[in-house]
């Protein structure tokens, strides 16, 4: 009879620890939903390539016009922001999420979020804050800026092409196939001597040539409408593009110690620029 009486109590007892277990289990998963910041995460700027302080900066940008549109989700839109953030950086779709942040997010709930960030980020106002010529004032202050820092005058810039990899595409495949067999866009880009973004287009496969996105860039007719104004000012590209009246390429085989020499070496040293604003968007790492 005591044997059966002792065996009742160990049963209670170990009822009673497995009953504690799971509501310490409930407690601390219920403090984790609700005390639990992603951006306190010590391996936040790995993961999503912006430090907290600047992809906060971004939520507050976007923000107004992301509740404007009103997009339907019941995820924040600081976590709607880190979707995307991750879906850039880490260059994987949603299924990996789960796997690299503290945070649960469905798969449909993440698609829809990412799809929304770029949305948002493509509204006019946002992409005119942060990638534009601006005023005039404003570029001749850009002009002076690179002229102080390389020593050519009168150039408002730095233009080449970079490939950005993207999903294997289900039209035209072969188009976007470059020569390391990855699926690629050839992405023209415009920087300052700082690394300022002034000009994007994304639009064309890797099997593109630089010269002939140029050819054909809205950013050409400004830059030819600049200089048919009386005003003097370039872009410098390498001899991937061609020599205009807005856009200034090196001069190939030049003899040592010429004019013609110390023009180009400048120019490579100062076109270096658009080849470090590469670095920094693909490395995220701050620039020097």
Same mark, same amino acid.
């Given at each position: 009879?005591?044997? +059966? &009486?002792?065996?009742?109590?160990?049963?209670?007892?170990?009822?009673?620890?497995?009953?504690?277990? #799971?509501? =310490? *289990?409930?407690? #601390?998963? %219920?403090?984790? #939903? !609700? /005390?639990? !910041?992603?951006?306190?995460?010590?391996?936040?700027?790995?993961?999503?390539?912006?430090?907290?302080?600047?992809? /906060?900066? +971004?939520?507050?940008?976007? %923000?107004?016009? @992301?509740?404007?549109?009103?997009?339907?989700?019941? $995820?924040?839109?600081?976590?709607?922001?880190?979707?995307?953030?991750?879906?850039?950086?880490?260059?994987?779709? =949603?299924?990996?999420?789960?796997?690299? &942040?503290?945070?649960?997010?469905?798969?449909? !709930?993440?698609?829809?979020?990412?799809?929304?960030?770029?949305? *948002?980020?493509?509204?006019?106002?946002?992409?005119? %804050?942060?990638?534009?010529?601006?005023?005039?004032? =404003?570029?001749?202050?850009?002009?002076?800026?690179?002229?102080?820092?390389?020593?050519?005058?009168?150039?408002?810039?730095?233009?080449?092409?970079?490939?950005?990899? $993207?999903?294997?595409?289900?039209?035209?495949?072969?188009?976007?196939?470059?020569?390391?067999?990855?699926?690629?866009?050839?992405?023209?880009?415009?920087?300052?001597?700082?690394?300022? +973004?002034?000009?994007?287009?994304?639009?064309?496969?890797?099997?593109?040539?630089?010269?002939?996105?140029? #050819?054909?860039?809205? /950013?050409?007719?400004?830059?030819?409408?600049?200089?048919?104004?009386?005003?003097?000012? @370039?872009?410098?590209?390498?001899?991937?593009?061609?020599?205009?009246?807005?856009?200034? *390429?090196?001069? $190939?085989?030049?003899?040592?110690?010429?004019?013609?020499? =110390?023009?180009?070496? *400048?120019?490579?040293?100062?076109? !270096?620029?658009?080849?470090?604003?590469?670095?920094? $968007?693909?490395?995220?790492?701050?620039?020097?």
């Amino acid at each position: 009879m005591s044997g +059966i &009486v002792a065996l009742i109590l160990h049963r209670r007892v170990r009822n009673h620890e497995k009953e504690k277990l #799971r509501m =310490q *289990t409930m407690i #601390r998963n %219920k403090r984790f #939903r !609700n /005390l639990s !910041n992603p951006y306190e995460d010590p391996n936040f700027h790995s993961t999503y390539r912006l430090t907290p302080d600047l992809a /906060l900066a +971004i939520v507050n940008d976007l %923000k107004p016009i @992301w509740q404007q549109h009103q997009y339907s989700s019941s $995820l924040p839109i600081e976590l709607k922001l880190l979707c995307a953030l991750h879906f850039f950086a880490q260059g994987s779709y =949603q299924k990996s999420l789960t796997k690299d &942040v503290d945070f649960k997010v469905s798969q449909p !709930n993440s698609s829809r979020a990412i799809k929304e960030a770029v949305a *948002t980020l493509n509204q006019p106002k946002i992409i005119k %804050k942060w990638i534009n010529f601006s005023n005039r004032p =404003q570029m001749e202050a850009t002009v002076l800026r690179n002229y102080q820092k390389f020593g050519i005058p009168e150039v408002l810039g730095y233009i080449d092409g970079t490939h950005i990899k $993207l999903k294997k595409p289900t039209q035209h495949e072969e188009l976007y196939v470059n020569r390391k067999g990855e699926h690629t866009l050839n992405a023209q880009m415009v920087c300052d001597s700082s690394l300022k +973004i002034l000009n994007v287009c994304a639009r064309y496969p890797d099997a593109t040539h630089d010269s002939f996105i140029w #050819r054909f860039s809205a /950013l050409r007719k400004v830059m030819m409408y600049l200089n048919g104004e009386g005003n003097t000012c @370039w872009l410098l590209g390498d001899s991937g593009y061609p020599l205009e009246p807005c856009l200034l *390429t090196p001069i $190939l085989n030049a003899e040592e110690n010429t004019p013609q020499s =110390q023009y180009t070496n *400048t120019h490579i040293r100062s076109r !270096n620029s658009i080849e470090r604003c590469f670095g920094v $968007l693909k490395s995220f790492d701050d620039p020097q």
